[in-house]
């Protein structure tokens, strides 16, 4: 997809973090722009932010872990704009915790949002792209998780996995039918977003793992302890653009993806048991001296 001026973008989680610097950065090259998020004031002040710089946005709110809110956002684009070229199903959410210490409703949350909020994308909107039969795009957002779990970050390790493999899926498919839908899979690594916020967009009545040490504020832990920083959300955006003019698969940013790439191969092909690494605070039993 060269050339995207006059094309039309619909982007869930695109109030905010990597979602609303693509709609700036796929704006400032002509695309009209359908802004999807489920915090109603946010996608607000990213809408009428969009209009002030000259683009033309429109904003539906939208629950991506709910099949019928992500097809009324279809039927909501295609009433806007009459056409879809370039879907980006981009919404994310994160917990971090020990596995077993977290509740049902921290993996269902996180699976609905970050694994749910993909197929519900793709059943929604790729029928209709095929159907259109002109150059359109998917892009999923992944992560570097997705080829690695993280200690005490499992679900999202673990739905990041899989949105990289039903992306290859998706890819392997869309090729073999013959259709102009080209994918790309985005997996970057810490980028400066409030995802480590997520909780604010909890469903009502969810019951979060709970331990007075973890989050005891003394303590810099989990989330907040790595997430929430790192390269600007624009950097990501700019080469997702590129990925997509350039119908490439893979989107990564910079270089340190690629030392990661060669070390997990390494572990990989030695059959080597796997580094431990975790993200938690430092408040676990110390070993026997």
């Known amino acids: 997809m060269e050339d995207l001026n006059g094309k039309v973008a619909v982007i869930t989680g695109g109030a905010s973090g990597i979602g609303l610097a693509m709609a700036e950065v796929f704006g400032a090259e002509g695309m009209k722009l359908v ?13 009428a932010a969009l209009r002030a710089r000259g683009f033309e946005a429109v904003g539906v709110l939208t629950d ?3 099949f019928a809110s992500v097809e009324a956002l279809a039927q909501a684009s295609y009433a806007a704009f009459g056409k879809v070229h370039v879907l980006v199903n981009n919404a994310g959410v ?3 915790g020990p596995i077993w210490k ?6 269902r949350w996180v699976y609905d949002v970050n694994f749910w909020g993909i197929v519900h994308g793709i059943k929604a909107f790729v029928p209709l792209l095929i159907e259109q039969g002109e150059p359109a795009h998917v892009v ?11 200690g005490e ?3 999202y390790c673990s739905s990041k996995a899989a949105a990289l493999s039903i992306s290859q899926s998706l890819y392997s498919e869309l090729i073999a039918w013959n259709t102009k839908v080209g994918v790309s899979v985005v997996c970057p690594g810490m980028v400066d977003t409030q995802i480590h916020k997520s909780n604010r967009n909890r469903p009502e009545g969810d ?3 709970s331990d007075r040490e973890w989050n005891d504020p003394a303590h810099v832990t989990g989330s907040e302890a790595f997430q929430g920083r790192g390269v600007p959300a624009r950097d990501i955006a700019e080469a997702t653009l590129s990925a997509m003019k350039e119908n490439r698969f893979y989107v990564f940013n910079g270089d340190v993806w690629q030392d990661l790439m060669r070390r997990q191969s390494d572990v990989l092909v030695n059959a080597a048991n796997p580094p ?12 026997a001296q």
């Open 102 to 107: 977290m509740s049902l409703d921290d993996w």
């Open 64 to 66: 991506v872990s709910k």
């Open 35 to 47: 802004i999807a998020d489920i915090q109603q004031d946010a996608l607000d002040r990213s809408v």
């Open 94 to 96: 994160s917990i971090t």
């Open 140 to 150: 999923n957002t992944a992560s570097l998780a997705s080829f690695n779990g993280t």
């Open 153 to 155: 970050h499992s679900p």
């Open 276 to 287: 431990v690494q975790t993200w938690g605070p430092d408040l676990r039993p110390k070993p």
């Open 207 to 209: 019951q979060p793992w």
